[in-house]
């Protein structure tokens, strides 16, 4: 089962996602050709009067590494799936090396350029770190380009990972939402992802785990969420209510571990806590009803509606959920890449320029996704035809990447450009 395919008309007004026959027999019977490969898009080649869809509603479920994002229509179908890798990391090493690059030149008082501080104010609402920033401007790119090509008529997005005000204060009462069996899977859900679903005292793994108390409750304990951490249940009947120093008197690296673990906040929540806010003002800001959920109620929804655990089913189960059908199994994956540095071309370890700088080639640039016609075998690459990404161009032509390999192709009449470069990368 695959995705659905997205359908617009001549004027590039969307239509209901259609079914991948049915857009095998469009394009057989030349009513519809390929708009855009990624996500795969047709056009009609007319203009459809009185077009009538039905709501589709954008899922987005925010994650520090991976977001997913679901589109589930009036049936509770759930019709095309994604899963968009964040590019992060990568820009804070971006960011380390040049914070060192010109760290260096200050030190060799070689060239360098006074800071403006005059020009440094960002615009109301951005967040400062660029790797932050970043996630933001990634699932809003993709929310504008998925409303251009489907009728969505509302968005919901999973707000916090976990509910914080609860989670501290266990006891609070005459609030809806913290009463009753979900409670318990914030709760738990929290503890897997700080205790990295460990035994905190023994280590061990891939076995029921229970909540422990490190100060026990019977000594003054209480349910706050800085003195809960996973226990398996040898660990937690021989701690019973004994004092986690003197359980752990022969163990002080476990014990300095756990107590330091206890007080350490999570980076990935954290880095979805500092943008959720800024991405739902983002979302409200592009005129369409958005509506929020927690973590918690998501893993419910999931586990009650017995789905696998992905990044695109999660994304499925945000908000209130009474039932879903997985009509689509293969998801398009993305993967956030950038639209390159501000080198004119590749460099050695050195720092010396190994090729040529970026150009056009024959109707292509760099990054940008191709079909090629290869007639005769080469080197790591047999004949046939191939999809790859155009590399830096060479001296001898153009370098394409295909299937890990560089090839170079001085002709270019046997390739043909699929999607340009938008700053991502797809499967």
Request: proline share 4%.
């Amino acid at each position: 089962m695959s995705n659905f395919v997205f359908l617009i008309d001549s004027n590039k007004t969307p239509i209901n996602p259609i079914h991948p026959a049915h857009a095998k027999k469009l394009l057989e019977s030349n009513k519809a050709a390929v708009f855009r490969y990624y996500p795969f898009t047709l056009i009609m080649n007319r203009v459809v009067e009185n077009i009538v869809t039905y709501p589709i509603t954008l899922k987005i479920d925010p994650g520090s590494k991976t977001t997913g994002i679901a589109l589930v229509n009036n049936r509770d179908e759930v019709i095309w799936g994604m899963e968009l890798h964040h590019r992060s990391a990568a820009i804070k090493d971006s960011l380390e090396t040049r914070k060192g690059v010109r760290r260096g030149r200050r030190a060799r008082h070689t060239r360098y350029r006074q800071a403006r501080f005059i020009n440094r104010k960002r615009p109301n609402g951005r967040l400062n770190a660029p790797s932050l920033w970043h996630r933001v401007q990634t699932v809003e790119t993709w929310v504008k380009r998925l409303c251009r090509f489907a009728p969505i008529t509302a968005i919901v997005q999973e707000l916090v990972r976990f509910d914080l005000q609860q989670l501290e204060n266990p006891e609070i009462s005459d609030v809806e939402y913290q009463q009753g069996e979900l409670q318990g899977y914030e709760v738990r859900e929290y503890l897997l992802n700080k205790w990295e679903r460990k035994c905190a005292y023994c280590g061990a793994e891939n076995i029921p785990l229970q909540v422990e108390h490190i100060k026990p409750k019977a000594k003054g304990g209480t349910n706050r969420i800085s003195n809960l951490c996973l226990a398996c249940q040898k660990c937690n009947e021989k701690k019973g209510t004994q004092d986690i120093e003197k359980f752990l008197a022969k163990k002080p690296e476990v014990l300095k571990r756990i107590l330091a673990q206890a007080k350490r906040s999570l980076k990935d929540a954290a880095a979805v806590n500092t943008t959720r806010w800024a991405l739902f003002h983002t979302l409200k800001a592009s005129g369409l009803p958005v509506s929020t959920g927690s973590g918690g109620r998501t893993k419910f929804n999931r586990t009650r509606l017995q789905l696998p655990k992905t990044h695109w089913i999660d994304a499925a189960c945000v908000g209130s959920v009474d039932k879903l059908q997985l009509v689509t199994s293969k998801v398009l994956e993305v993967k956030a890449t950038g639209h390159g540095c501000r080198r004119f071309c590749r460099i050695n370890k050195y720092g010396f320029p190994c090729t040529a700088p970026k150009q056009t080639f024959k109707h292509s640039t760099t990054g940008d996704f191709v079909k090629v016609t290869i007639t005769k075998d080469r080197k790591n690459v047999a004949s046939g035809i191939y999809a790859g990404r155009v590399k830096t161009p060479t001296e001898k032509g153009c370098e394409i990447v295909i299937n890990g390999f560089r090839v170079t192709f001085s002709n270019m009449t046997d390739v043909k450009t699929i999607h340009r470069n938008d700053g991502f990368s797809y499967v």
